[in-house]
Nanobody
């Protein structure tokens, strides 16, 4: 059973920074892709960033240049450094991991991921 535990959310003023972390508890499982999604009130869950096991990355247009995703394969953790935060970044952020054999072209879809964290709230005040 894989569990993902997020940490690092909170309240910050516009222009500030936060760092989210996600730790995956595994039993010998390798996740090819690990990603961050977010969901604002009244909106669908949306893709934020993805990192592959070989450290290839992809970002949503709305966060590219402001957010940085990173990964530690030895510790099975990922992080999301969020800089220059905007009020529109306010959402619950979720860590997601695949089952190990997913297709890279499907990285943007929530349905690609088999495992999800409980979510952490990020609130950016104007």
């Amino acid at each position: 059973q894989v569990q993902l535990v997020e940490s690092g959310g909170g309240l910050v003023q516009a222009g500030g920074s936060l760092r989210l972390s996600c730790a995956a508890s595994v039993s010998g499982r390798t996740h090819r892709m690990m990603s961050w999604f977010r969901q604002a009130p009244g909106r669908e869950r949306e893709f934020v960033a993805c990192i592959r096991r070989d450290f290839a990355t992809t970002y949503a247009d709305s966060v590219r240049g402001r957010f940085t995703i990173s990964r530690d394969n030895a510790k099975n953790t990922i992080a999301l450094q969020m800089d220059t935060l905007k009020p529109e970044d306010t959402a619950v952020y979720y860590c997601a991991a695949d089952s190990g054999n997913s297709i890279w072209s499907e990285r943007y879809r929530a349905s690609t991921y088999s495992y999800w964290g409980q979510g952490t709230q990020v609130t950016v005040s104007a």
